[in-house]
């Protein structure tokens, strides 16, 4: 089954990749290696999960704003998301981290419900037009 839905264009650009789907928040400069994008804290849902050329799905991230920089380091390693999208609220951190990573971001529509979305699932960002497509494997 396909779902199509309709975001906020926070940072523009087009990306694909394996869905990676939390309700958890995020902490990227404490919680994620930045040398390979791994998951590391042993309290979150995806502990053991990269980053790498997924497409992230989270409410949003909690932490410093060294949060963004953080996010930019994935970047210059080689190791980030493809592309991000916050389903609760856009922080200033997962915004500004993005915006100087080049990674795309979009903010789920406030009346929008999201489907129940199983990981591993393939998913494109259309951030020219806002769309998430999510296509269930």
Known sequence: MDYSLNCKVIVGGRAKGRILSTKQPI????SVDHLTGLITDKNHEL???FLKDNLLIFPYAVGSSVGAYSIFALK?????????????KTDITTASGCAIANI???ELSKDQEI????NFSEG????????????KV
């Open 124 to 135: 494109t960002v259309d951030g020219i037009s806002g769309i998430l497509q999510i296509k």
């Open 115 to 118: 489907p129940e979305i199983e």
């Open 104 to 106: 795309p971001l979009l």
């Open 47 to 49: 502990c053991g999960e």
């Open 76 to 88: 210059c390693n080689g190791v980030s998301p493809s592309g991000i999208i916050c389903t609760l």
């Open 27 to 30: 902490n990227f400069l404490s």
